[in-house]
T-cell receptor, first 111, second 112 residues
Framework: GENVEQHPSTLSVQEGDSAVIKCTYS??????FPWYKQELGKGPQLIID?????GEKKDQRIAVTLNKTAKHFSLHITETQPEDSAVYFC??????????FGAGTTVTVRA | DARVTQTPRHKVTEMGQEVTMRCQPI?????VFWYRQTMMQGLELLAY????????DSGMPKDRFSAEMPDATLATLKIQPSEPRDSAVYFC??????????FGQGTRLTVV
């Protein structure tokens, strides 16, 4: 089955700086790559996703890039703010419903 | 705004008791997922429904877990009998496209 690895496990950045989280996947058939943000005591919230027919997608301060050849994708958060502090999960799936999640990255934005 | 609603938010029960968790998917969504989250295992898929039909429950311990969708507005996850190792946060998620999942707030289950 699909195996998704996520790095780093923790990330501390100064407010205003950028944060980058990287994920690799094993199944070359994977074609859907969502990113979730989970705040304490809440469920994961879908923040951005990308499908395999595009290499990059941007939504305000958040962007995701995908390299299908290398089988890795990344989340970029620019101009970080304290409210960006949370646990971020990447995931991958093939043409079905089974999302395989990474282990998560705890992001702390220092004021 | 549209959201997945889960009840109860917290549940503490004694080992051996039956536990039922409920989920109201987003109106109009035709896929429902049940996930379990633990520190050790992360997010694990327990069951998947499409148009109320169970398509995959391979992630659930069959002897004690069961998942149903009595109607399009209600999904249930039942554990009978519960065990301490079932302690986790259980999430329901729904979607309109098969792999998109919008999560509820979760039910934090503690079995003592």
């Amino acid at each position: 089955g699909e195996n998704v690895e996520q790095h780093p496990s923790t990330l501390s950045v100064q407010e205003g700086d950028s944060a980058v989280i990287k994920c690799t996947y094993s199944d070359s058939a994977s074609n859907y790559f969502p990113w979730y943000k989970q705040e304490l005591g809440k469920g994961p919230q879908l923040i951005i996703d990308i499908r395999s027919n595009v290499g990059e997608k941007k939504d305000q301060r958040i962007a995701v890039t995908l390299n299908k050849t290398a089988k890795h994708f990344s989340l970029h958060i620019t101009e970080t703010q304290p409210e960006d502090s949370a646990v971020y999960f990447c995931a991958a799936s093939t043409n079905d419903y089974k999302l395989s999640f990474g282990a998560g990255t705890t992001v702390t934005v220092r004021a | 705004d549209a959201r997945v609603t889960q009840t109860p938010r917290h549940k503490v029960t004694e080992m051996g008791q039956e536990v039922t968790m409920r989920c109201q998917p987003i109106l109009g969504h035709n896929t429902v997922f049940w996930y379990r989250q633990t520190m050790m295992q992360g997010l694990e898929l327990l069951a998947y429904f499409r148009n109320r039909a169970p398509l995959d429950d391979s992630g659930m311990p069959k002897d004690r877990f069961s998942a149903e969708m009595p109607d399009a507005t209600l999904a249930t996850l039942k554990i009978q009998p519960s065990e301490p190792r079932d302690s986790a946060v259980y999430f329901c998620a729904s979607g309109l496209i098969s792999d998109e999942a919008f999560f509820g707030q979760g039910t934090r289950l503690t079995v003592v």
